[in-house]
Nanobody, 126 residues
Framework: QVQLVESGGGLVQAGGSLRLSCAASGRTFSTYTMGWFRQAPGKEREFVAGITWGGSNKRYADSVKGRFTISRDNAKNTVSLQMNSLKPEDTALYYC???????????????????WGQGTQVTVSS
């Protein structure tokens, strides 16, 4: 089991940038596929980005391709999401998640992730 704590959310104007971080506990973190999801009010949780254990395989939702970048530092047990050119529709609660296995490619289905953080709020004003 991995415990996850997100940080870095906030209020930003459209066109701006934010960097989210997820700190993970657990010695096997480096072997797990990790993902970022988001959930806006009244909507279902949706996949944003995923990364495999070594960082070589990344996957993005079409809505964020070219704007968001996922990365990880296994030495520091962290996963990050760099978000550029933010839009009001990116407003949501963002969650970090662990697949609990070296799943390849990163799953887009939230049900395939077993550990979740509490989320960090991102609000983009127009």
């Amino acid at each position: 089991q991995v415990q996850l704590v997100e940080s870095g959310g906030g209020l930003v104007q459209a066109g701006g940038s934010l960097r989210l971080s997820c700190a993970a506990s657990g010695r096997t973190f480096s072997t797990y596929t990790m993902g970022w999801f988001r959930q806006a009010p009244g909507k279902e949780r949706e996949f944003v980005a995923g990364i495999t254990w070594g960082g070589s395989n990344k996957r993005y939702a079409d809505s964020v391709k070219g704007r968001f970048t996922i990365s990880r530092d296994n030495a520091k047990n962290t996963v990050s999401l760099q978000m550029n050119s933010l839009k009001p529709e990116d407003t949501a609660l963002y969650y970090c998640a662990s697949a609990g296995a070296p799943t390849l490619p990163p799953p887009v289905n939230a049900g395939e992730y077993i550990d979740w953080g509490q989320g960090t709020q991102v609000t983009v004003s127009s």
